[in-house]
């Protein structure tokens, strides 16, 4: 059956119908060199994965260079019970200077209006464990080394 308006190239095979295109939603964060970079808070993002509630703590580079600017978030388990074996009980103490009391609601605002020092690591394999070809590698932070500034 011949469809009205689709024409094959004489001699290939191709069919044009079956070409298609797409608007690419998706943005990978930055690649960054490995290390530490000086980072304000920026926002917090919380989504459902795999059955999970993550916490995206978000925050823009501000060490002076070629990545200034730049924004990469540090991900983080975040279940119903906090313990201080999780990696954001741990950014908490570091952001508040202080142990949560035994009642304290640990809210995010502990981040606001801070500076930290951020260790910033490359993805290197997806959530299967498979590697990541270079051109789909990115950064992510890796966890809080310390508060350079704010109260």
């Known amino acids: ?43 917090v993002e919380k989504k459902m994965l795999s059955g999970r509630m993550k916490l995206f703590l978000w ?19 975040y279940p119903r019970r906090i313990t201080p074996a999780l990696k954001y009980y741990k ?9 949560p009391k035994r009642n304290d609601r640990m809210s995010v ?3 606001k209006n801070k500076a930290f020092l951020v260790r910033i690591r490359t993805v290197r394999k997806n959530w299967k464990q498979q590697a990541l070809t270079p051109e789909l590698q990115y950064s992510v932070g890796d966890d809080i080394i310390k508060k350079i500034a704010g109260s």
């Open 1 to 43: 059956m011949k469809r009205a308006g689709v024409r094959k190239d004489p001699g290939s095979d191709h069919d044009p119908s079956e070409d298609f295109t797409s608007i690419c939603s998706a943005e990978l964060p930055p690649l960054l060199p490995e290390g530490e970079y000086e980072c304000v808070f920026q926002r």
């Open 59 to 77: 925050f823009r580079v501000v060490s002076h260079g070629e990545w200034f600017g730049q924004e990469v978030y540090i991900p983080c388990n």
């Open 91 to 99: 950014m908490w103490v570091i952001a508040e200077g202080r142990r």
């Open 109 to 111: 605002s502990v981040f």
